[in-house]
């Protein structure tokens, strides 16, 4: 996604910044696999 450094400092701070690139990354994909099944059956109506 980009990101080469943490914003945060501390090791608490940092995992919690890493958690959430982790989660946005996940949805990303999740949201790439359910959208796709659609829009293929909309092409084809």
């Known amino acids: 996604m980009g ?3 943490f ?3 501390k090791l ?3 995992s919690t ?3 959430l690139h982790v989660l946005a990354c996940n949805m ?3 949201i790439n ?3 796709t099944p ?3 059956e ?3 109506a």
């Open 38 to 40: 659609a829009m293929i």
């Open 28 to 30: 990303k994909r999740v």
């Open 3 to 5: 990101a080469t450094h």
């Open 17 to 19: 910044e890493m958690s």
């Open 7 to 9: 914003l945060t400092k």
């Open 12 to 14: 608490k701070n940092v």
């Open 42 to 44: 909309a092409i084809r």
């Open 33 to 35: 696999i359910l959208v």
